[in-house]
Each structure stands twice: as C-alpha cells, then as structure tokens.
C-alpha cells in the first residue's frame, strides 16, 4: 500500500519496467490535494496509458506532490504520463531533486504538456537524469498556463 499524507502547504500503457523504484516500498507521498475518486495512489498503480487511473487535485491551481525516500536513492530515468480528456489546457511540470533532506532542490526537468480534446488528450515523457543520493524529489505542477482555473492531474510517475 502507498504510504502517503495529503498536506495542506507544500513541503520546502506498459508495466513499470525492469529496475524500476517500488515507491510504495522506499518512500512516503506528499501531495498538496488529492480527490477521493482520483487519489495520488493512482499515479504509481500499473494503470498506465490512456484511458489509465490518474491523480486529480481536488484543488485549483500549482500542486506539489514530493516523495520522501527512506533511504538516498540514484535516479536515472524519470517517466511521466499525463491525460486530459476534457479541457484544452497547457500544463507545467517541473520535477526538482534535494540531496540534504529537503532543504534546497535542483530542477531537474521542466516540461509543458499541451492539451486540446478531443484531438490531444495524452502525453507520455521519458527522461534521462542523473541524480544521486536524492532524499526528497518534488514535482510542481502548474495545471494551466493560460491562468483558467484547472486541476492537476498525472497518470503515471515512473523511476529507474
């Protein structure tokens, strides 16, 4: 089970692949909202591609979800999977790595993923990074440049 705690301010397809991270086994979630029907838990289940289970923020606006390792771990790969089926939107993802308990970050990555349904409803990325010793890794997501009000939402998160 997902060890996990929704946190009112943010803290400072295929199966996952051979030598992924068991998150549900190495870390705890913290995300900022999360809807009963669309928890976080989603984000990590082996639903990937479209038509998959997601998270949604219950809340509007910039979202934090940041894993806690219980232990450093190196990161090489980060995927993401992102569906929107119901609004056009361009959603901002930026993904940061801490190596001294969550005290400073260091962006990773930034993506924008564009959405315009029915045409454009899923985006999937994968990343090669490389981040050792990481303690704490934090993605903000910024549901909607454009400034309409919208809900975060991921599909999938994957580490190797």
Do not use: C
């Amino acid at each position: 089970m997902l060890r996990k705690r929704v946190i009112t301010k943010p803290s400072q397809a295929p199966r996952p692949s051979e030598g992924s991270i068991p998150i549900e086994d190495v870390a705890v979630v913290e995300v900022t909202s999360e809807q009963s029907h669309h928890p976080i838990d989603n984000a990590f289940d082996s639903s990937r591609g479209p038509g998959g289970t997601r998270w949604i923020a219950d809340d509007p606006g910039t979202q934090f979800v940041t894993l806690i390792f219980d232990r450093p771990q190196t990161i090489r790969q980060i995927g993401i999977e992102v569906e929107e089926t119901e609004e056009s939107r361009t959603q901002e993802l930026s993904v940061s790595a801490s190596s001294d308990g969550g005290r400073t970050y260091q962006e990773l990555i930034r993506q924008e993923f564009h959405f315009s349904p029915p045409g454009t409803t899923f985006e999937r990325e994968r990343w090669s990074v490389s981040a050792g010793a990481v303690t704490h890794l934090r993605l903000e997501i910024k549901p909607d440049k454009g400034g309409q009000i919208g809900r975060a939402t991921l599909t999938s998160v994957i580490l190797s």
